[in-house]
């Protein structure tokens, strides 16, 4: 990727950020919205907007939402920017955060399991 690509993908990121908490549709607004990351194709003509949201009620709605809202983000963004072409805008949504945090929480239930285990193994619960 060359220097200038991921440079705009940066300031697509940082703009968009921007933009998103601005946006009154309730769909949109169902929970904590971070970009995860943008990566534009080399002609400039589409950036895949990697969105993770913490505690996202409906995705359907939440996409909808967001293809609602695109063509404004994309008017703002270009204003922002001032790209000759701002790329169209295609959102995806990124579940790899939200995947490795249940993940966690399962290790960490099996390890305080365990230690519960090993206690009363060795006769340290004083029942």
């Known amino acids: 990727m060359s220097k200038t690509l991921q440079r705009i993908n940066e ?3 940082r703009e968009l950020s921007a933009l998103l908490r601005n946006v009154k549709d309730p769909r949109v607004k169902q929970g904590m919205i971070s970009i995860t990351a943008v ?3 080399s002609d400039l003509s589409k950036s895949k ?3 993770s949201v913490y505690g996202l009620k409906s995705q359907k709605d939440f996409n909808k939402g967001l293809k ?4 404004h983000l994309r008017y703002e963004l270009g204003r922002a920017l001032k790209l000759r ?3 169209e805008l295609i959102f995806h949504l990124d579940e790899s955060i939200e995947h490795g945090a249940k993940i966690s929480s399962i290790l960490n239930e099996l390890d305080s399991k365990s ?3 090993s206690a009363t193994v060795n006769g340290e619960n004083n029942e």
């Open 11 to 13: 300031d697509i990121h």
């Open 39 to 41: 990566n534009t194709s």
């Open 49 to 51: 907007v990697y969105l």
């Open 68 to 71: 609602s809202a695109a063509g």
């Open 85 to 87: 072409h701002t790329p």
């Open 115 to 117: 230690e519960l285990n």
